[in-house]
């Protein structure tokens, strides 16, 4: 099965909208109406639906370290990528790794 992304609500709208013109299936923190949600809550939703968790905060690694269950997390800190880097990033990922690669695991991009 192919990686999916969730998007959290700190990823630029851009790269969502660079992954579809690829043909990635990608859902947004906005579209799904989580906006302010917290992090269980934003990673719950993208376990829930299969996706790997695309974001820039930390607060998910503490998350993973602790345990908590996810179809994984695409992280970098913000301001180290260019989006077209992340796009690039997280293409490479969907091309090379299946969902089931990325259950319960942590890429740095």
Known sequence: MSIQFHMDEHIPGSVAAGLRRRGIKVTTALEAGLIGADDATQLSFASAAGSV????????????????????????????????????????????????????????L
């Open 53 to 108: 968790l695309v974001t820039h905060d930390a607060d998910y690694l503490q998350l993973h370290s602790q345990g908590a269950a996810h179809a994984g997390i695409a992280y970098s800190r913000q301001g180290t990528l260019s989006i077209g880097a992340i796009i690039r990033s997280l293409t490479l990922l969907h091309d090379v790794l299946a969902a089931e690669d990325m259950a319960s695991r942590v890429e740095y």
